[in-house]
């Protein structure tokens, strides 16, 4: 390198410009200043990746991450393993992954990233499992079509890695949920409209993945009406006389 400088003069009256006046009323000042090479970046910028969490994911998953440079970020890229999964310029750095094609299991996942002067940052991995695998679930229970009072429903459910729970539902109202097997709840259809009711049976594993299974039934909480609406004998009815209950005859009703 070397030093340069670059010289402020004041001229008074009919003073000659020039860098070394000498007039009695002339003034100048110098401003001194190294010149040298372009100072060089050797500071790598530093990334984090923020999302997915570690542990079990499947679908569509936004792989994202933080990223800072004492200059500049110019780009971040994501990765599981050595697989390029995509590329952001700007933050928000993030990216889509459809886990659709990729291999069920353990995946790592990294994010790398640049400054303007080629250096690079990689973020610690994130281990990551993989499981597209919908749960198995059917309904155990109630085997009649036609209920009443209280009622136990329950289902079978399984999954390639496990169950982590089973939701059940009276159209969109939820029922009550199961954690362990075996998968029941306590219907009370006291209150409920009578008629006919959906029960879905839903099944979910640890990967968010979902499984439903229904079954149609009829709430009945009406209680059947009896009247006696005629009778032969006005003087009254004896032990052992048929009677007439609503046009029917019974013998022995009394």
Known sequence: GSVQAVRASYLSGGSTASACSTGPYDDHDDLMFAVGPPELDVTPPTVVLTAPAAGYIQGSVQVTATASDNRAVV??????????????????????????????????????????????????????IVDNTLPTVSFTAPVATSVRGSVQVTASASDNRAVTR??????????????TAPYSVNWDTVGM?????????????????????????????????????????????????????????YADAI
């Open 166 to 179: 089973v939701e059940f539902h009276d159209g969109s109202v939820l029922i009550g949920t199961a954690t």
């Open 193 to 249: 409209a009578n008629g006919s009711h959906t029960l879905q049976a839903r099944a979910y594993d640890a990967a968010g993945n979902v499984k439903v299974d229904s079954r149609n039934v009829t709430v009945d909480n009406a209680a059947p009406a009896v009247a006696i609406i005629k009778h032969a004998n006005p003087g009254g009815i004896a032990v052992g006389e048929t009677i007439d209950l609503d046009g029917d005859t």
């Open 75 to 128: 780009k971040v890229e994501f990765y599981d393993g050595a697989t390029l999964l995509g590329t952001a310029t700007t933050a928000p750095y993030s990216v889509s992954w459809n886990t659709a094609s990729a291999a069920a299991g353990t995946h790592t996942l990294t994010a790398k990233a640049y400054d303007g002067a080629g250096l690079t940052g990689t973020s610690v991995a994130v281990p990551v």
